[in-house]
């Protein structure tokens, strides 16, 4: 929908995004319609309020603060990306156990020794973190996340985290990605490859 703002059009039809996001019109318009957006019969969507709906939906309006921690090279990649901002999310602070990187500010974000951790996050009514930290420390660090007040964790770690039900928890599984995606062109070369050769045996 931005893209579609960015190059100047107004309004949107539900068949018109049925047909980008490869749905049915029907399921579009009911995904909406949670958001309160409203269309116009024959018009459609005005894409400035669609918009504005669907990120007060999301939240993304109102901007939460966020730790991270692991400063390694994900973690700084994750410092450093300016995109967090257009889903409201704001990164504070960062926290490490490497003395060399205690005290340090990497991407203009300053990095804090993970002993005050529990400190800052009441101090800054932080609820929100990132764990980027290797596997064996995912779980101790975790739960002093929680012990800390942290109610969501954003997941980067290869590690299935056992945390109390009431704290939220989203992992993002870049391995099993990875999995999935060399199934899927193994899969292509080999259906390619059957193809060249029926291809052949009926050339021959």
Wanted: proline share 3%.
């Amino acid at each position: 929908l931005k893209a579609m703002q960015s190059n100047g059009r107004q309004v949107v039809s539900t068949t018109m995004l049925a047909q980008r996001l490869h749905l049915e019109p029907i399921v579009v318009r009911k995904d909406l319609e949670i958001t309160g957006a409203t269309g116009s019969p024959g018009v459609g969507y005005h894409l400035d309020t669609l918009v504005d709906c669907i990120e007060n939906f999301l939240g993304w309006k109102n901007t939460t603060d966020i730790f991270l921690v692991g400063a390694g090279a994900l973690g700084t990649a994750l410092l450093g990306f300016k995109g967090f901002g257009e889903y409201g999310l704001n990164i504070v602070a960062a926290f490490d156990c490497d003395e060399k990187k205690i005290g340090s500010v990497i991407h203009d974000k300053p990095v804090f020794a993970m002993s005050q951790f529990a400190n800052l996050a009441e101090r800054l009514k932080v609820k929100m973190a990132i764990l980027c930290v290797p596997c064996e420390f995912a779980q101790a660090t975790a739960d002093l996340m929680v012990a800390s007040g942290i109610l969501a964790i954003w997941n980067f770690t290869n590690t299935t985290l056992h945390l109390p039900p009431e704290v939220v928890l989203q992992r993002v599984n870049l391995a099993g990605d990875l999995a999935v995606l060399s199934v899927k062109l193994a899969e292509r070369l080999r259906h390619e490859k059957n193809h060249e050769i029926g291809e052949a045996e009926y050339d021959e």
